[in-house]
């Protein structure tokens, strides 16, 4: 069991970040916060670090946001906006034919296995099974696209990431190595890094739209972050799993009545004892009280 010093050491609440005044209620909701975050992470029993930013208000939580942690399959949303950039640069269309054949299969790659008897299919397929699906043969198809895992990452160094990087292919980046840099990123980098992609920083209207599509058709993350969602709320999302780790990555637009602005949400967790539907069930409560605190 975690102690109470532990878990406080990594947590940071800073309920109304840029701004020179905090009103009592931001200061209650900051320690109901942190206080709901103990009691979490000592349920799960291992590692989680949080990052979440409300564009709307300003307001951000973290736990052990600066902390490393394996992607998993997080990373694969990264890899579609990256092939994305590489369509508004004209370097690549999502109607280009890409060819493969049953030797280039792996284990989980729903859409890829149906379509392998075609022996080709397109560029923007692929994004979509990687994206929607997690379909893994799908990412090694992308793979080649950016320049591979190198690629990838100076794509992502290029945004001003320094910290996320991708080394490796489905499915050895999944091995989720204690003390291993490889495929790991922060919470607070990758919050980052969905906060450039969707404000238009990276990608061009269209491409953006594309890539909230594809995540928001995401099936993989229903007992995740959607489910600690309030209902009418949109969340385009990015699960990964493997090893222990089980995480979420989210884009979330509230149905307010005044404004639209996003939050942005990263949560990552690994090691514990509990059952799979119960470290997904953290995610969710995670989810579920950040949405409460950014109310």
């Known amino acids: 069991m975690l102690s109470r010093r532990l878990v406080l050491a990594g947590l940071t609440v800073l309920p109304l970040a840029g701004c020179d005044r905090q009103t009592a209620k931001d200061l209650a909701a900051g320690v109901d916060f942190a ?20 564009t709307d208000s300003g307001a951000r939580l973290s736990v052990s946001s600066q902390d490393r ?5 997080v990373f694969k949303w ?20 890409v060819r493969y ?15 392998v008897k075609d022996g080709k299919i397109a560029v923007g397929e692929l994004c979509a099974a990687t994206v929607s699906k997690s379909d893994n043969t799908a990412a090694n198809l992308l793979l080649p696209l950016v320049g591979g895992p190198d690629g990838l990452t100076k794509w992502i160094r290029s945004l001003g990431d320094e910290v996320t990087r991708c ?10 190595t204690d003390g291993d840099l490889r495929d790991t990123t922060t919470p607070q ?4 890094l969905l906060q450039i992609v969707f404000t238009g920083v990276a990608l061009e209207p269209e491409s953006i739209k594309q890539m909230r599509a594809w995540m928001v058709a995401t099936t993989t993350g229903d007992k995740r972050i959607r489910a600690g969602v309030p209902s009418g709320w949109t969340v385009a999302n990015k699960t990964g799993t493997a090893n222990g780790a089980v ?3 989210a884009v979330i637009w509230p149905k307010r009545d005044k404004t639209e602005g996003p939050i942005f949400l990263s949560i990552f967790t690994t090691g514990g004892a509990l ?21």
């Open 35 to 54: 206080a709901a975050m103990l009691e979490i992470t000592q349920r799960h029993g291992g590692r989680i670090g949080v990052s979440a930013v409300d």
């Open 69 to 73: 942690f394996a992607m998993m399959s």
């Open 101 to 115: 054949g049953a030797k280039d299969l792996i284990a989980w790659s729903p859409v890829t296995e149906k379509k």
């Open 275 to 295: 059952e799979a539907d119960a470290k997904e069930q953290v995610v969710a409560d995670i989810a579920r009280l950040v949405c409460e605190v950014f109310a």
């Open 78 to 97: 990264i890899l579609a906006a990256a092939v994305l950039a590489r369509v508004d640069a004209g370097e690549l269309k999502l109607d280009q034919v």
């Open 247 to 249: 995480n979420d990555v």
């Open 167 to 176: 080394d490796r292919k489905e499915p050895e980046l999944n091995a989720n």
């Open 189 to 192: 980098a990758m919050t980052q």
